[in-house]
C-alpha cells in the first residue's frame, strides 16, 4: 500500500492487532475498518479515531508509532 494509508496500516501491524480486531473494538465492520485503515471513502472522524486509537496501543506497549506523512 501507498499514500496515506500506509502509516495506519503500518502502525496497525505494530500493534499486533488485525483489522478484525480493529473492527471489533470500535464496533465497527471489517469492511468499514479496512476503508479507514485505507483512507478511502470513510469519514474523516473515524480515520482519526484510529490513528490515534493505533498511537494509543503502541505507546502504551512502550513502542513508536510511525509519522504520518500526511494528515488521516
Known sequence: MTG???????NLA???LT???LAETLGWDVAH???TLAVMGT??????????Y???EITSAGGMPRPYSTPP
Open 33 to 35: 475498518a479496512d476503508a
Open 43 to 52: 469519514d474523516p472522524r473515524d480515520i482519526w479515531l484510529v490513528r490515534d
Open 54 to 56: 493505533l498511537e494509543r
Open 14 to 16: 505494530l500493534t499486533g
Open 19 to 21: 483489522s478484525e480486531d
Open 4 to 10: 496515506p494509508g500506509k502509516s495506519s496500516t503500518q
